[in-house]
């Protein structure tokens, strides 16, 4: 239920500043530079709320995968909204910023893209082989190019939006909704982050189209209950076949709550009449603290079941819709006519999935899903996976 934003699902990268006197201040550009330079980082290169969300250990193992993946560090180039990281084998889009004591409080490292020829196959199975369970396709106009167990559904997180939004934009197409229409926030819609709409006023005006925008570009929990809400649960049904009942994100906070076990072994024990009709017992819950979800995997099973196949053809009814292309993921703007995104994460989840129309006028879907029960590095998917996209933007630009 964690928001994919760019900031997460493009690798947050961070390493090692160079120390500053009064005399020879650190620029980003030198900071960015040596951070891709030398190893292992320092604690005192960084800010403290830096490392508050981002240990030492893991901006080390972040530069591994960016050596790893496009070698040696040649140079960082001044770009427009940030640099462009030239390493020996291709290249990265990197953001830097600086506080005032010239310590990284902000650092944002995108996709590699290698300057190899990389085949879709190959890259597939390179995916294939993260612990786990993975599920992945790519397909041009419908027709699969590659995939990994693009039958099997997994846990898919916030990615489930994307089946409300289906739902809303039928609405929309049939005259039984508009995206102007205007709904006061519901105080029973609130829900965890990730989001902002938790903490607004209580009856604060909100049209569809704000609602929509939310939930899918800030991965909103509070605008998806909404839109839930207000298209109806069977109609967002009708597009998650494999989830029955369709849960709210607060119903799922409720039951994978440490403090509601009992409530949750009733709910699993449950047939499909009985959880529904444990829904409104649910809702008469109280949201649980934030504090209760580590970040580790917790009641998987408590999810949204997606095959790859099924998230394509979601992500074939919204692509279209203005909601989809405010953020782009891990896509590169320059590559494609056109980006539509959507990714979800939450302890032991990942997906990403990328509906893009090549320069060439074909359409594609690219969707990938890992779930294992001890913790996921994401860095790795995200790696493969704008590998992966980098590999079908050159054949699509042809």
Known sequence: MRVMTVATVALLGCLFPYGRTQQQPITPQQALARILQQSPAQADWFAPKFLAQIPVARIDAIVQQYTAALGRFQRAEA???????VMEHGTAEAKIHLDEQGRIDGLW????????????????????????KVSAL???????????????????????KLAILAAAQEQVAGGKRRLDEVHPLDKKWKSLPSGSLQNWPDGTPLTVATLENQMISMSDNTAA??????????????????????????????????????????????????????????????????????????????????TANEMCALMAKVADADAMHINPGLAKAAQWKQIAFKGGS??????????????????????????????LEQEKLFAIYGRLLNALAKTSAQ
């Open 225 to 306: 209950d909404g839109m839930l809400s207000i298209v109806g649960r069977g109609e967002a049904q009708k597009f998650a076949p494999g989830n029955k009942p369709f849960l709210s994100t607060r119903e799922a906070f409720v039951l994978k709550a440490r403090t509601n076990e009992a409530l949750l072994d009733r709910y699993r024990k449950a047939d499909e009449n009985g959880r529904r009709a444990m829904l409104a017992e649910i809702d008469t819950l109280p949201l649980p603290d934030l504090g209760e979800f580590s970040g580790a995997a917790q009641a998987t099973d408590i999810e949204w079941f997606f």
């Open 138 to 160: 790519v397909l041009e106009d419908g027709k699969p190019l590659a995939s990994v167990h693009p039958d099997e559904a997994l846990g898919v997180g916030s990615a489930f």
């Open 109 to 132: 490292f995108g996709a590699p893209q290698t300057d190899k020829a990389e085949s879709l196959d190959d890259i597939m199975k390179e995916m294939g082989g993260l612990p786990g």
């Open 346 to 375: 939450e302890g032991g989840v990942l997906n990403l999935t990328t509906g893009l129309t090549g320069k060439n006028g074909r359409h594609y879907c690219v969707v990938a899903t890992w779930n294992n029960n001890a913790p």
């Open 79 to 85: 770009t427009a909204d940030g640099f462009t990281v």
